[in-house]
């Protein structure tokens, strides 16, 4: 009896054992939040993949360059994770991984070699910022169960300056759909939330170098003394990462809060002066000194971010000057220390033109030339707004003498906020191949950004971010995917679309065959079926101009566009408002002419009568209305998709996932909806 009962909680404690242990897992497991982004480190599965990452990585030998601390951390980190191995750092061993400067100096000063031979691993990099990034590629090949053999890889950003800017309003940020401000105004500089280090480990893993910290309608107390020290702070967390800090600056800062014109009056200025006339000498030398300030405290800062005389934003036509006046102004403020302004030119002042979207275009191709060469414009890549889809802004390619950036919305302010699953790599990748046929075919916006198509002095690109304070960072774990493929097209536009995505699945979830297939069915057609569903044929705004997320198409038709019983769309023709002749040839004649136009434009380019044959077959008026579903089918897909993937994926993004699509469905009916019932209006 005795032993029987002794033979018995042996069993049991076993079992209790087991079970703890299995419980442990699963605990882990839901308790998965997604805070660690695609830097998810996971146990390398495999056996036999998994022995000879431990027989490469186990030893490794520095560079001794400047970013050694945060590269040993991340290691340690990722290596202890997906190995369970911790790495011995060592000095002079031929074996391993070997990290060491190199005299090619056309690595630049972020680039980085990769090869694998008989004796280890080599990375080899000629400025301390390529072991940084060499790094976290070491570890992504791991992250993605990439084989070691034959490894030759050779890597150099395409665009210097990869930014993320940050809409934050000290607290709140606009269009911002995950939280509150990532950055903790009241308890910087003395208090550091650790998650700055993550935010930038994020970045650097991604190859983002730049960080935009608020919004471009700027308060100007983000140049007061005191906002700059706890700015300073941030700064000297990102510097480690290769980051540089910029700050969005408002062009009327000079003024005393009572000489603030009214669109300032909720902040007023931080000056004392009665002007902000950039002709004035007090003016420039108050940002003079106000820029020495900045550097005296970040020796490293990249500059500033300007709208003016945009959306009720001050700038230099408030003193009958221009744009190139007012750029200039300060970037000679800045130029003494290196800094750059990236001036916006996101501006619709009516009085340019009836149609909004040829604005910019006219008010900025005339100074084409006149910026000084630390001045970059930065140029959203619709000429409307940051719509679900647009044809490209014509100041691409037709700036000849002065540097453009590009803007993209990383944020899905017009694409379904938080809530909707959709993928905007599609939406980038139309964009940068977009071709605008300046210097004859194959004048890719991407070759443009990149200098192959026009020298361009300055190379960057900037996204919106859609970054918040909520535990993932983004509110939908989809939408983290956008941050990271837009920090992989920064690195190289002409990027794969399958390799990112692929690669953003297995650091994010997980390696298996299936939820790589199923979760890349699930994205790739997100956004066409979005646009098809809330803005077909960039017809334009669709949306309500609050919040604009719910249906708004009786409030923006016949404003914005024009519909009744005969036709749809925008007359943008030559003897419309004549918008095709922004564009070069042959899409000047294309984009004039209803039936070579390409479907995907249609709306933004002509007023077409409803039964207007498509090259489905059908009419425009039955083609419309038939895709109008494709939200609710392609979520409806997306659910089943996303079901067969129980099990594969821990239990707590399992459910958040499904919640964001159910809410996604519900919010997707009520647009058709609306959309049907509106379209209904006109037959
Ligand atoms: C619009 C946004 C607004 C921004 C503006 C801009 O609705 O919040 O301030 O763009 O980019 O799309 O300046």
Known sequence: MNNHFTHVSIVLFFL?????????????????????????????????LKRTYVQHYSQIRLSGSRYDEVIADELKRSLKAMLTITPEFVHNEKKGIQMSFCADKSLGQEGYIIRSGKKGITLQAYSDAGFLYGTFHLIRLIQCEYSLEHLNIRETPALDSRQLNHWDDLGTIERGYAGR???????????IDPRYTDYARANASIGINGVILNNVNADPRFLRRDYLEKI???????????????LAANFGAPMKPSATPDVMRQWGGVGNLNTADPRNPEVQKWWKTKADEIYSLIPDFGGFVVKA???????????????????????????PHGGIVMWRTFVYN??????????????????DGMFDDNVILQTKNGALDFQPSEPAQPLFGSMTRTPLMAELQITQEYLGHSTYLVYLLPMWREFLDFDTHCKGAGSTIAKILTGEVIPQSYRAIAGVANTGDSHNWTGHHFAQANWFAFGRLAWNPKLETHKITSEWIKSTWNCDKQT???????????????????????????????????AGFEIRANKEWKIDN???????????????????????????????CP???????????????????????????????????QVDRNIELWKSLRGKIDERRFGEVMESLATEKKDTQAFYDSAIHFFNLYK
């Open 181 to 191: 401000s990532l950055w903790k105004w009241n308890d910087l500089p003395g208090k």
């Open 309 to 335: 005389n945009s959306e009720g934003m001050p700038g230099p036509q408030d003193y009958g000057c221009t744009h190139a006046d007012g750029a200039n102004m300060l970037a000679r403020a800045l130029k």
């Open 232 to 246: 300073a702070v941030l700064a000297q967390i990102f510097r480690k990462y290769n980051i540089r800090v910029y």
């Open 599 to 633: 479907e995907l434009y249609l709306l933004c380019f002509h007023r077409t009568p409803w039964n207007h044959k498509m090259k489905s077959g059908l009419t425009l008026r039955e083609e419309l209305i038939a895709n109008l579903k494709q939200g609710i089918e």
């Open 516 to 550: 790589l297939k199923v979760v890349e069915q699930m994205m790739m057609p997100t956004w066409k079926s979005f646009v098809c569903s809330h803005a077909p044929y960039s017809i334009g705004f669709t949306v309500q101009v609050k919040g604009h997320y719910l």
């Open 350 to 367: 009516p009085e340019i033109d009836k149609d909004r979207i040829k604005r910019s275009y006219k008010e900025f191709l005339p100074l």
């Open 566 to 596: 005969e036709s749809i769309g925008n007359d943008r023709t030559i003897t419309g408002s004549d918008y095709v002749s922004q564009y070069f040839e042959p899409n000047r004649s294309l984009f004039n002419d209803i039936n070579q």
């Open 16 to 48: 209790c054992l087991i079970g703890s242990v299995c419980g442990y897992a699963q605990t882990s497991a839901t308790t998965d939040t997604g805070y660690q982004l695609w830097l998810n480190y996971k146990p390398v599965l495999d056996t036999r």
